[in-house]
């Protein structure tokens, strides 16, 4: 099979699905490897280091598309490459399927093999990670006077005091937030419709943080003192109401910030619209409110390198194996597994897009063997099922 490492074209995405350490790892299992010129330059890592570790250098992303039979990167299909797709080749990348239903045309009507990265990592991503520590950086930058936030330093000074934060979600995302502000002397509330997060979150910082069962009701309660929120709830694509709507937002003082990492399109925040790294930051009722969708783009180094060896095991299994007997192996490659050679096959799309779909392991035909379990990656159910595939 070979092998190929894209290019990642997303407006100010520098990170690379797989750096030179994980590219010698491919070759030494005996695949065959290309990568795109320029791939991992943002990133710290030039073309003359993959070559090193073995993979063939490729001028354009034309001759990527057109020469390998497995393709990977970091964010979405971009719509510029939709023309590259073709039947029966495998792509893995977050595509965030759910929320892009011309992408995800694009995918079914090329008839290609698309995995949803994001539904992948067993061990939650190290994108999350990232995102929840470098956006709560990103929210401090925001409150910074030049910047139109009231301008609290995060931990106060001698006889000023520091600045209050409210995390929404104590999920992966929600902990890297929260242990990055803690460390730096906030006063944290964390809420979460989960009491074993709250409690596990209030044991792990010695209740030196405030815990609070999520409610509108409670967040309503607070938001007159909190300087900065920090949503970081994975809202289920088909709610329409939010957590914090444009009324609730007069509740806040000017110059408060509103860090929307979840960026969920429609999302727990009213007031919230995704943004860019080029231009991050809008105001509503005198809140700063950034909303970048991909945060980790910007700490691309780090990012890369977490993310490349968490998703090497993964390449390999596939590579290795074959994409039907790694979806046997590995219950988070299969719940990934988005669209099929023209079928859809992932479950929350369906259910969002109203589009009918197969399970995985029915279009692979796998579904009598014992298969590795995973939870579901959503609780978006649909019955839209298409009965036969072949
Ligand atoms: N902007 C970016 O660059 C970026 C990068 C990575 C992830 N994300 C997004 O961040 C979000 C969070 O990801 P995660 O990995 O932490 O998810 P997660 O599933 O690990 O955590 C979500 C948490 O929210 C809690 N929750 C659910 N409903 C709630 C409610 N009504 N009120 C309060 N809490 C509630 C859950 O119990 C859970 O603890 C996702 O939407 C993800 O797509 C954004």
Not at 190 to 206: E, F, P, S, T
Not at 320 to 347: M, P, W
Not at 355 to 362: F, G, L, Q, V
Request: hydrophobic share 40%; glycine share 10%.
């Amino acid at each position: 099979m070979i092998f190929g490492v894209l290019k990642d074209i997303k407006e100010g995405e520098y990170r690379v699905i797989c750096t030179p350490m994980e590219v010698a790892s491919i070759v030494g299992a005996g695949h065959t490897v290309l990568v795109e010129k320029d791939c991992g330059a943002k990133a710290g890592f030039p073309d003359e280091a993959y070559a090193k570790m073995g993979a063939t250098v490729v001028e354009t992303a034309k001759e990527m598309w057109e020469r390998c039979d497995f393709l990977a990167k970091v964010k979405e299909i971009e719509p510029s490459e939709y023309g590259y797709l073709r039947e029966g080749q495998m792509i893995y990348c977050c595509i965030h399927p759910a929320g892009h239903p011309e992408e995800v045309q694009a995918i079914l009507d090329s008839k290609c093999i698309a995995i949803t990265a994001e539904d992948s990592h067993r061990f939650g991503s190290p994108n999350c990670e990232a995102a929840g520590k470098q956006g709560a950086l990103f929210g401090l930058e925001s409150m910074l006077t030049i910047n139109g936030g009231k301008g609290k330093f995060v931990g106060g000074f001698a006889g000023a005091p520091g600045m209050n934060v409210l995390i929404l979600g104590g999920g992966v995302v929600g902990q890297g937030a929260l242990s990055v502000l803690h460390a730096l002397g906030a006063n944290v509330t964390v809420m979460d419709i989960n009491a074993g997060i709250l409690r596990l979150l209030g044991d792990r910082y010695n209740q030196k943080i405030n815990t609070m069962y999520c409610t509108k009701e409670a967040i309503a309660s607070v938001l007159p003192q909190t300087d900065m929120v920090i949503n970081c709830v994975k809202w289920p694509k088909q709610r329409k109401d939010f957590l914090i709507d444009k009324e609730m937002l007069k509740l806040m003082e000017p110059g408060s910030v509103l860090v929307d990492i979840s960026n969920d399109d429609p999302g727990a925040i009213e007031s919230s619209h995704e943004t860019h790294h080029d231009n991050p930051r809008y105001v509503v009722n005198g809140v700063v409110h950034y909303c970048v969708s991909n945060i980790p783009g910007a700490v691309a180094y780090s990012t890369s390198v977490a993310l490349a060896g968490d998703t090497l095991p993964l390449l390999l299994n596939i590579l290795n194996n074959g994409l039907t007997e790694a979806c046997v192996r590995d219950g988070f490659i299969r719940r990934s597994l988005t669209a099929y050679k023209g079928l859809l096959t992932h479950e929350e799309t369906s259910g969002i897009q109203g589009r009918p779909w197969i399970r995985p392991e029915d279009v692979l035909g796998i579904a009598e063997r014992k298969l590795d379990p995973a939870p579901p990656a959503t609780t978006t159910r649909s019955t839209n099922f298409i009965t036969c595939c072949k």
